[in-house]
T-cell receptor
Framework: GAGVSQSPSNKVTEKGKDVELRCDPI?????LYWYRQSLGQGLEFLIY????????KSGLPSDRFSAERTGGSVSTLTIQRTQQEDSAVYLC?????????????FGPGTRLTVT | EDKVVQSPLSLVVHEGDTVTLNCSYE??????LLWYKQEKKAPTFLFML????IEKKSGRLSSILDKKELFSILNITATQTGDSAVYLC????????????????FGKGTKLSVKP
């Protein structure tokens, strides 16, 4: 079966532009997570979805960040008016269900570079 | 504030050596501890530990959790160059309490380099 997929794999954008990152989770996984990994840092939690709803948006670093999930499957993370500090690898993960008893499976990530 | 600390931050060994990676944590309402291997971008799942003292093994890798002392170790025996990667430790908390609400809290990782 296919794993978690993300697109694009790399994105270079100019400061001030909007970007959309896509995540396609493992089929049947109801929980979906977005993380950010900056150079030399651990993974920073951004947001999670249970089905289509996102009860926990506490990790989003600013109101320029938003995410949605439709049909309980594909999710998009949107960053508006990108800044250089947004440069990072954005990782998506999915798990069978919500909660720390279920291992999360990660996609290959999108490397975002803001120039 | 919940935190996960890994040590060492980086490690260089030669093929055939045995290494021990450390992960200590301070979290509210611990539920599980996970180890991941990250070679390029995607972390790949290695182990999930929920009970103290029960060793999990997979080939040359093994891990154990001590919930009293709040740490876990990941052992790799007879290391190979293919073991070179960043090893991430993450801790999950219970859903029904405050704090991270079941999210995974990651350490910064240990970068392992295995020389031929």
């Amino acid at each position: 079966g296919a794993g978690v997929s993300q697109s694009p794999s790399n994105k270079v954008t100019e400061k001030g532009k909007d970007v959309e990152l896509r995540c396609d989770p493992i089929s049947g996984h109801t929980a979906l997570y977005w993380y950010r990994q900056s150079l030399g840092q651990g993974l920073e939690f951004l947001i999670y979805f249970q089905g289509n709803s996102a009860p926990d948006k506490s990790g989003l670093p600013s109101d320029r960040f938003s995410a949605e999930r439709t049909g309980g499957s594909v999710s998009t993370l949107t960053i508006q008016r990108t800044q250089q500090e947004d440069s990072a690898v954005y990782l998506c993960a999915s798990s069978l269900a919500r909660g720390a008893s279920y291992e999360q499976y990660f996609g290959p990530g999108t490397r975002l570079t803001v120039t | 504030e919940d935190k996960v600390v890994q040590s060492p931050l980086s490690l260089v060994v030669h093929e055939g050596d045995t290494v021990t990676l450390n992960c200590s944590y301070e979290v509210t309402n611990f539920r599980s501890l996970l180890w991941y291997k990250q070679e390029k971008k995607a972390p790949t799942f290695l182990f999930m530990l929920t009970s103290s003292g029960i060793e999990k093994k997979s080939g040359r890798l093994s891990s154990i959790l001590d919930k009293k002392e709040l740490f876990s170790i990941l052992n790799i025996t007879a290391t190979q160059t293919g073991d070179s990667a960043v090893y991430l430790c993450a801790v999950g908390t219970s859903l029904n309490y405050g704090g991270s609400q079941g999210n995974l809290i990651f350490g910064k990782g240990t970068k392992l380099s295995v020389k031929p």
